[in-house]
C-alpha cells in the first residue's frame, strides 16, 4: 500500500513525519524573500529535507493511517513496515523512489539515501493561495533625486516668534473686551422688572416688618418662629367691617397665628369672615405701628402653633406664629 498520501497531509501540520524503518521528512520554514538578481518574489515557505536516523516509530503515521482506514494499529504499522521493505528494495536495485510532491530518494555510492525535495510544493499553511512572481523595475526612476526636487520646490517656512507675538498683541485685548462688555452692562440682561400686582401690601409689608422688628423682643433659646409674607388684601366694599369688640390687644400669655395684617379695619373684617366660614374663632389684634392683624387661633406653647401653622397655611398661605 501507498503511504506517501498520509505523509503529505501529515505534512502540513506537523514539522516532522517519521516513517518507521526508513527515515523521518522534517518542514523548515523560510520566511518571504526577494531574489535581487532575478526580481523575483517568494512566499513563505515550508522546505522539507530528510534524516534517515530518525526512523523510530512515533505512532503519528500508523496512527493516522489507522484512522483514516478504519483499521486497527498494528495492521496500519505492518502496512508501513511492507512499504519501507518494498522502497528500501528498489533503492538497493540502483532505481529512483519518487514521494509525488515531497520530493525523491536514490542510493550513493557509499549505499546511503540521498534527498532532493520538490521545491513547487508548499507545505507552509499560511501561504495558500500565494505563488512566487517576478516584477521588473522601473527604469530611469531615481528616488533620491524625486525626494531632492521635492524638497527644493517646496521649502518649509518658519514663522518668526515677532509675528507671532504681533499677533497675540491683537487678539487677546479684543478676546477680553468681548468678555467684559457683556458683564459690565446690561447688555444681554432682559428689560423686564419683576413686581407685585398690588402695590398696597407691598407697602404695608415692609412697615409692618419694620414695626415688628423694633418691638417684639427676641425668643428663648431653641426657639423657633417661622415668619412669611403676609397675605395680600383684598381691597373691597361689600363685606362690613368686623365687629369692634372682636379687636383685642397682646395681654396675655399664648402664641397667636396671623394670617395677615391690614392697614385698613374693613380689609381685616373680610379676612375674619373668610376665617369663620372655614370654621375658625378669629381676632383681630392691633399693632403699635397702626396695623389690624388678624388671628386665626390663639395656642398656649409653640409646639401646637407650628404644628396647627402647618395646617392653616394649606388654606391661607403666609401664615406665620406670633408671640403674645
Known sequence: MDITAFVRELLFSHDCVIVPGFGGLIGNYTPARIDKNTFTFHPPFKQISFNRNLNHNDGLLAGRISGSLKINYIDALRSVEEFVTSVRKKLERGEKIVFDNIGSFTNNQEGNIQFEPDRSANYHLGSYGLEMFQFSPLEG????????????????????????????????????????????????????????????????????????????????????????????????????????????????????????????????????????????????????????????????????????????????????????
Open 141 to 324: 526612476y531615481d528616488v533620491r533625486k524625486q525626494i531632492t526636487r521635492h524638497i527644493d520646490k517646496v521649502p518649509v517656512h518658519h514663522s518668526s516668534m515677532r509675528k507671532i507675538l504681533w499677533r497675540a498683541a491683537v487678539i487677546l485685548p479684543l478676546l477680553a473686551l468681548m468678555v467684559a462688555v457683556p458683564l459690565k452692562t446690561n447688555l444681554f440682561k432682559p428689560k423686564l422688572e419683576t413686581t407685585n400686582l398690588n402695590p398696597l401690601v407691598a407697602v404695608e409689608f415692609e412697615n409692618n416688618k419694620k414695626a415688628i422688628d423694633e418691638k417684639t423682643p427676641a425668643l428663648p433659646a431653641k426657639t423657633e418662629v417661622t415668619r412669611a409674607q403676609p397675605a395680600e388684601e383684598t381691597i373691597t366694599t361689600e363685606t362690613p367691617p368686623a365687629e369692634p369688640s372682636r379687636i383685642t390687644n397682646y395681654n396675655s400669655d399664648g402664641y397667636y397665628l396671623i394670617v395677615g395684617s391690614f392697614k385698613s379695619m374693613e380689609n381685616a373684617g373680610q379676612q375674619v369672615n373668610k376665617l369663620k366660614k372655614e370654621g375658625f374663632n378669629p381676632e383681630i389684634i392691633s399693632a403699635a405701628n397702626g396695623f389690624f392683624r388678624v388671628s386665626a387661633m390663639r395656642c398656649n406653647d409653640l409646639a401646637t402653633a407650628l404644628s396647627s401653622k402647618n395646617n392653616i397655611a394649606r388654606k391661607f398661605p403666609g401664615t406665620w406664629v406670633k408671640k403674645i
